[in-house]
């Protein structure tokens, strides 16, 4: 959609993004609350579906914070609206240097409603190793379905973190990828599910990091794995 407006879509599309940019604005506070982010890195990211069928489709939109703006001035009227090519839409400044990596993960992957990047210290320590995360914990069973899993490096500048995102996570239970030397991406159904990743991993890294110091962690058997995420996905809190 190069020539949309967004002032001309549905009353309904025009409140959907003003509801988006209030959520996306009130979970980038997330972030720093749990110490993921510094200074103004990191992003959050959420789809905004304009079919009137309520399914994801190219002709989507997405809410994501402006370049280069502190966390405490991120108010929901800050927030930008772009379509799924990162071309900004509705806003006053640039949007967030990740836009495109966040707009390849959502136009390839459909099922996915809210993308985050942090500089998380521990998963991006991991991530500067190369080396996926372990499943030796019952919570990565519950959460990741397995190994945390490492994907490329790419650089910013166009949509090739993007693409190593979902190359990596297609096909893959975990929410969650460590670009190499980069950080973490993980995503959601909605935005704050892909929030509650980005905090989880974090969680993970830090926990299989320290039992380290002292020792080799067990992973956990594949089949214990697979009850473990079962049930927690389909059974606990339903």
């Known amino acids: 959609m190069p020539e949309t407006d967004i002032h001309d879509l549905p009353p309904a599309i025009q409140r959907s993004l003003l509801e988006a940019r209030e959520r ?129 490096l790419a650089i910013i500048g166009d949509d090739s973190i993007g693409r190593g995102i979902v190359e990596t996570l297609s096909g893959h239970r975990s929410p969650a990828v460590l670009m190499r030397n980069h950080g973490p991406f993980t995503i959601g159904p909605s935005a704050e599910a892909a929030v509650k990743a980005a905090v989880m991993v974090e969680e993970v890294a830090k926990t299989v990091h320290l039992a380290r110091q002292h020792g080799e962690p067990l992973p956990i058997p594949e089949e214990v794995v697979d009850r473990l995420y079962e049930r927690y996905q389909n059974v606990y809190g339903r």
């Open 24 to 152: 996306v604005a009130r979970l980038h506070a997330e972030l720093p609350r749990w110490n993921l982010v510094v200074w103004t890195a990191g992003n959050v990211s959420e789809r905004v579906v304009v079919r009137g069928d309520g399914r994801p489709s190219a002709e989507d939109l997405l809410v994501i914070k402006p370049s280069g703006v502190s966390y405490d001035q991120l108010s929901a009227e800050a927030m930008v609206v772009c379509d799924l090519r990162g071309r900004l839409l509705d806003g006053t400044r640039s949007p967030s240097s990740d836009t495109a990596a966040h707009a390849y993960v959502y136009r390839r992957m459909p099922e996915v409603g809210g993308v985050v990047h942090t500089h998380s210290s521990y998963a991006t320590a991991w991530a500067a190793r190369g080396e996926p995360i372990p499943c030796a914990l019952t919570m990565m069973g519950d959460e990741f379905g397995g190994e945390v899993p490492v994907g490329p």
